[in-house]
C-alpha cells in the first residue's frame, strides 16, 4: 500500500514538474512576442519620423553600440529591411506560442489535469 502512495506521489510530481516546464516555456514565448512587438512598434516611430524628412537630411544611426552618421536616403530601406524580418520573426513566435498552448492543451487533457487558482 505504501508503494501504491510513493508512486501516486511521484507521478503527481512528475505532472506537477511537467505542467511547470510548459507554463515556463509559454511563459517566455510571450516574452519574447513582447520583446519583438517593441522593437516592431520602434522601428515604426523611427520611420514615421524620418519619412517626410529630405533624402540628404543627415541623420545617425545606432549600429553594434556606435554611432554611425548616415543620411535619411540610407537608413530608411534599413528601417524597412530590419521591420519586415522582425515581422517574419514575430509571426514565427506567435506560430510557436500556438502550437506549444495547443500542445500543453493537449497534456492536459490527456492527463486529466485541472488547474486550480488560489
Not at 34 to 47: A, N, R, S, Y
Not at 59 to 76: A, H, P, Q, S
Amino acid at each position: 500500500m505504501a508503494a501504491n502512495q510513493d508512486a501516486a506521489v511521484r507521478k503527481q510530481q512528475d505532472l506537477q514538474a511537467q505542467y511547470n516546464n510548459h507554463k515556463t516555456a509559454l511563459q517566455i514565448l510571450a516574452q519574447k512576442v513582447g520583446e519583438i512587438e517593441q522593437e516592431i512598434e520602434e522601428h515604426k516611430l523611427v520611420t514615421d519620423t524620418l519619412q517626410p524628412l529630405p533624402d540628404d537630411r543627415k541623420c545617425f544611426r545606432l549600429i553594434n553600440g556606435v554611432l554611425v552618421e548616415r543620411t535619411v536616403k540610407d537608413v530608411l530601406p534599413a528601417l524597412k529591411t530590419n521591420s519586415d524580418g522582425l515581422k517574419q520573426v514575430l509571426e514565427e513566435l506567435v506560430k510557436q506560442y500556438k502550437s506549444r498552448q495547443d500542445e500543453m492543451d493537449k497534456w492536459k487533457k490527456k492527463n486529466n489535469i485541472q488547474v486550480v487558482q488560489n
